[in-house]
């Protein structure tokens, strides 16, 4: 039978995936997809860890929602900054992105 | 084996192939695709553990929202060179060790330690599954389990999200 916990190592994979993801793209964007992997994967623990320690509350549930919508913002504003970049430098690898650095 | 546990078998290898696929394929565009594969499978999960509300918001915010706006600066900024540059060899396998130690220890804590009231997956009863009607109600509400304080919250970030936007990425 499938136990509910089996769901946590699903996303504990998906996280690592983000996580080497994260490492090894050079390209900003593709950095940024890595980084949805790994907070789809905490919103996935906060469901299932919600339905399986709490299942009468709603916690997890409400913190999923709220952690959905920071991810909308916090990618849209990245979006906006990377293509700014593109404009100023025609390129949006990080091996490139070497004006800011001291 | 009953329907839930065939569907949770599905959906996990469809995650779990679609997440590897998304940070080893070679095209960002094949990337963003497996994204949106990875997301849908997610709300597939919710639905099964019973928060549809949760699996819809996935569904439209994720899947329908970000993949496009993805997808759009994709085509604007990559152009011609859409394909990922590659890594040297020490540093991919490096960073391959270093996820798989971390997913073996992850995986290895959850194996070794059961949870308390672990239990097989079943049909979610229905004081488990949240109604719209409840979910409106904890979300403006004000009293020990409402969420008005946090909704507030996320509506000026969302205003000041788009302000932002905005001023980063217009043409000056």
Redesign the interface.
Known sequence: ??????????S??????????F?????T??I???I??ML?AA??NF??FN???Y????EG??F???G??????E???A??????I??QLQN??V?QLTKMKW | ?NA??IM??IL?VL??CS??A??VTKS?VR??TY?LF??LG?AG??FL???T??GS??IM??AG??IV??VF??L???GKQER??E?SRL??LS??L???V??AV??GI?WAH????????TA??E??T?SMH??GE??LSTDR?G?LL?FEA?SV??LA?IV???L??R?R
């Open positions: 039978m499938i136990q509910i916990e089996y769901f946590l190592f699903v504990a994979i998906m996280m690592f995936a983000g996580i080497y993801g490492i090894t793209r050079k390209s964007l593709a940024l997809l890595s949805e992997l789809n919103d996935i469901a299932v339905r399986l320690l299942p009468n509350g709603h549930l409400f999923a929602i709220f959905i919508a920071i991810a909308a913002a990618s849209a504003v979006i906006a900054i990377m293509i700014n593109y404009r949006i690898s091996d | 084996m839930q546990d949770f078998v996990a995650i779990v997440s590897i998304t940070v960002i990337a963003a994204l990875v997301l997610t999960l919710y553990l019973g928060y509300f949760l918001v996935q915010v994720y929202g970000i706006l993805y600066s994709i604007l900024t990559s990922l540059t890594n540093k991919s960073a391959l270093l996820s798989l971390g997913l992850v995986v959850f059961g949870f308390i009231g672990a239990e097989t997956l979610p009863s004081a488990a949240p409840q979910i904890h979300m389990k969420y946090p996320v970030l969302l999200c932002g936007g905005l980063i990425a043409k």
